[in-house]
C-alpha cells in the first residue's frame, strides 16, 4: 500500500522539485543581468566580449559605440561592395534619397575659402521664389554664422535645411553688398532622371542616377514623352 503510494506521488514531487529549480535558477539568472530568458544562451562573440572589457577595464573613457561602428565598417569590407553599414546619424540622409524628396530651401552649395557658394538653385523651389542667386554667399543662418572653420557641410545642411513650413532667415552677400532674405522651408522633389532623349529617329536614351520610390513613375513619364516623338520600344 506504501509502494502504490510512493508510485502516485514521487513524480509529482519530481516535478514540484524540478519547478522549483527553475524558478531559482531563472531568478538567480535574472539578477546577474542577463534579460534573455531561462533558456537563452550566456554564450557571447569575441567582439563583443572585447567591446565589454574595454568599456569596464580601459583606462580611458573611450566612445564605445563609435568603435562599434568602425568595427563594422571592417567587417563590411570583407564582404561584397553591395553590403555597407550606415551609422545612425546618416540613416535620415540615406532614407531621403530613397524617398527622392528632402525638406529644405532647395539649393546646392560648395564651400570655398570657408564661405558657403551657392551653385545651383533648384528651379521654382523655394529659394528660387525668395530671389537667392547662383554665386550668393551664404554668411549666416537664423543668426549662426556659417564663417566658422569646424564646419563641414553634414552641418551646415542641418542648420539650412529643416521643416517644411519652417524660415530660414539668411545673411547673404552679393556682389560684394549684404542682404537679408528669409526662405519658407518646402518639400524639395529630387529626380532619379538626369537625361531622356532620342538619340536617333526611332532610339530613346534614359539615364538613372539612383533608385527611388519616385523612379518608376520618372521613368515611365520620360518614356511617354520619347515614345510620342516616335521612340520604338
Same mark, same amino acid.
Request: charged share 20%; glycine share 8%.
Given at each position: 500500500?506504501?509502494?502504490?503510494?510512493?508510485? %502516485?506521488?514521487?513524480?509529482?514531487?519530481?516535478?514540484? $522539485?524540478?519547478?522549483?529549480?527553475?524558478?531559482?535558477?531563472?531568478?538567480?539568472?535574472? !539578477?546577474?543581468?542577463?534579460?534573455?530568458?531561462?533558456?537563452?544562451?550566456?554564450?557571447? &562573440? @569575441?567582439?563583443?566580449?572585447?567591446? +565589454?572589457?574595454?568599456? #569596464?577595464?580601459?583606462?580611458?573613457?573611450?566612445? $564605445?559605440?563609435?568603435? =562599434?561602428?568602425?568595427?563594422?565598417?571592417?567587417?563590411?569590407?570583407? #564582404?561584397?561592395?553591395? @553590403? /555597407?553599414?550606415?551609422?545612425? %546619424?546618416?540613416?535620415?540622409?540615406? &532614407?531621403?534619397?530613397?524617398?527622392?524628396?528632402?525638406?529644405?530651401?532647395?539649393?546646392?552649395?560648395?564651400?570655398?575659402?570657408?564661405?558657403? &557658394?551657392? %551653385?545651383? /538653385?533648384? *528651379? !521654382?523651389?523655394? @529659394?528660387?521664389?525668395?530671389?537667392?542667386?547662383?554665386?550668393?554667399?551664404? /554668411?549666416?543662418?537664423?543668426?549662426?554664422?556659417?564663417?566658422?572653420?569646424?564646419? +563641414?557641410?553634414?552641418?551646415?545642411?542641418?542648420?539650412?535645411?529643416? =521643416?517644411?513650413?519652417?524660415?530660414?532667415?539668411?545673411?547673404?552677400?552679393? =556682389?560684394?553688398?549684404?542682404?537679408?532674405?528669409? /526662405?519658407?522651408?518646402?518639400? $524639395? *522633389? %529630387?529626380? @532619379?532622371?538626369?537625361?531622356?532623349?532620342?538619340? +536617333?529617329?526611332?532610339?530613346?536614351?534614359?539615364?538613372?542616377?539612383?533608385?527611388?520610390?519616385?523612379?518608376?513613375?520618372?521613368?515611365?513619364?520620360?518614356?511617354? !514623352?520619347?515614345? &510620342?516623338?516616335?521612340?520604338?520600344?
Amino acid at each position: 500500500m506504501v509502494n502504490k503510494k510512493l508510485q %502516485v506521488w514521487l513524480p509529482l514531487l519530481f516535478s514540484l $522539485i524540478l519547478i522549483i529549480g527553475m524558478l531559482l535558477g531563472y531568478k538567480l539568472n535574472d !539578477n546577474g543581468g542577463n534579460k534573455k530568458g531561462f533558456f537563452a544562451s550566456n554564450s557571447s &562573440n @569575441s567582439l563583443q566580449e572585447a567591446l +565589454d572589457l574595454i568599456k #569596464l577595464r580601459y583606462v580611458d573613457s573611450v566612445n $564605445i559605440g563609435l568603435l =562599434e561602428g568602425k568595427a563594422i565598417q571592417e567587417i563590411m569590407t570583407e #564582404l561584397d561592395p553591395h @553590403s /555597407v553599414y550606415l551609422p545612425p %546619424v546618416k540613416v535620415q540622409a540615406a &532614407n531621403e534619397d530613397l524617398a527622392g524628396n528632402f525638406e529644405g530651401i532647395g539649393l546646392e552649395f560648395n564651400v570655398f575659402s570657408d564661405t558657403v &557658394n551657392i %551653385v545651383y /538653385v533648384i *528651379p !521654382n523651389g523655394p @529659394s528660387d521664389k525668395a530671389g537667392l542667386l547662383i554665386g550668393d554667399k551664404i /554668411v549666416a543662418v537664423n543668426k549662426v554664422s556659417l564663417t566658422q572653420e569646424t564646419f +563641414d557641410t553634414d552641418s551646415i545642411k542641418k542648420y539650412i535645411r529643416g =521643416e517644411r513650413g519652417s524660415t530660414a532667415d539668411l545673411q547673404i552677400i552679393r =556682389e560684394s553688398k549684404q542682404l537679408s532674405i528669409s /526662405v519658407t522651408r518646402g518639400t $524639395i *522633389p %529630387v529626380s @532619379s532622371v538626369d537625361a531622356a532623349y532620342m538619340i +536617333d529617329k526611332t532610339t530613346g536614351y534614359i539615364k538613372l542616377n539612383k533608385f527611388t520610390e519616385n523612379s518608376y513613375e520618372e521613368f515611365m513619364q520620360a518614356m511617354e !514623352n520619347l515614345q &510620342n516623338k516616335d521612340c520604338k520600344v
